[in-house]
T-cell receptor
């Protein structure tokens, strides 16, 4: 079982506000990911990281930014939230040591921008 | 580039009936294949995965899937559906590079009726 935690689980915020979605994992995984999922839709990779001080853009363009200062922590930030950012954001991590390594997901953060 | 196609966005079965969720993939290299399940307002949980070796893979909750290279398929089955199986199911393919990113299908919502 994976230990990956996301906070907040649910957030309703006004347009123009800055928000940070927190993600932490206790497994020592080097690789971490952020996926975005609109209701009833597929998941799209928006950011990933190979390890500390490594961040990469994913397949879906996003106005959010990420940082990786510590192995266990991979926060996602929106400097100025807009209604188009309303979505579910899923954080994940994996251990690169194993082929076909399983990617473990957190429970997600539901963001609503009004 | 990789892609995943899940046939049928909604599948409805009676309790006790066979569950069959279809997944076809496209990959230029031997793929790693995954099935994840998502319950309402939760993150994704790994059901099973195929990396190498035996092509019939058994997962949690009585689910299994068979990798068929000639058909580029990885269909998910369960002999007897239970009400608790009602959820969204995602098939995913992973690249075998250093990023190990997952590409998801659009998902299949399984409904189980009495």
């Amino acid at each position: 079982e994976a230990d990956i935690y996301q906070t907040p689980r649910y957030l309703v915020i006004g347009t123009g506000k800055k928000i940070t979605l927190e993600c932490s994992q206790t497994m020592g995984h080097d690789k971490m990911y952020w996926y975005q999922q609109d209701p009833g839709m597929e998941l799209h990779l928006i950011h990933y990281s190979y390890g500390v001080n490594s961040t990469e853009k994913g397949d879906l363009s996003s106005e959010s930014t990420v940082s990786r200062i510590r192995t266990e922590h991979f926060p996602l930030t929106l400097e100025s939230a807009r209604p188009s950012h309303t979505s579910q954001y899923l954080c994940a991590s994996s251990d690169p040591a194993y082929p076909g390594n399983t990617i473990y997901f957190g429970e997600g953060s539901w963001l609503t921008v009004v | 580039a990789q892609s995943v196609t899940q046939l049928g966005s909604h599948v409805s079965v009676s309790e006790g009936a066979l569950v069959l969720l279809r997944c076809n993939y496209s990959s230029s290299v031997p793929p790693y294949l995954f099935w994840y399940v998502q319950y309402p307002n939760q993150g994704l949980q790994l059901l099973l995965k195929y990396t190498t070796g035996a092509t019939l893979v058994k997962g949690i909750n009585g689910f299994e899937a068979e990798f068929k290279k000639s058909e580029t398929s990885f269909h998910l089955t369960k002999p007897s559906a239970h009400m608790s199986d009602a959820a969204e199911y995602f098939c995913a393919v992973s690249d075998t590079g250093t990023a190990s990113k997952l590409t998801f299908g659009t998902g299949t919502r399984l409904q189980v009726t009495l």
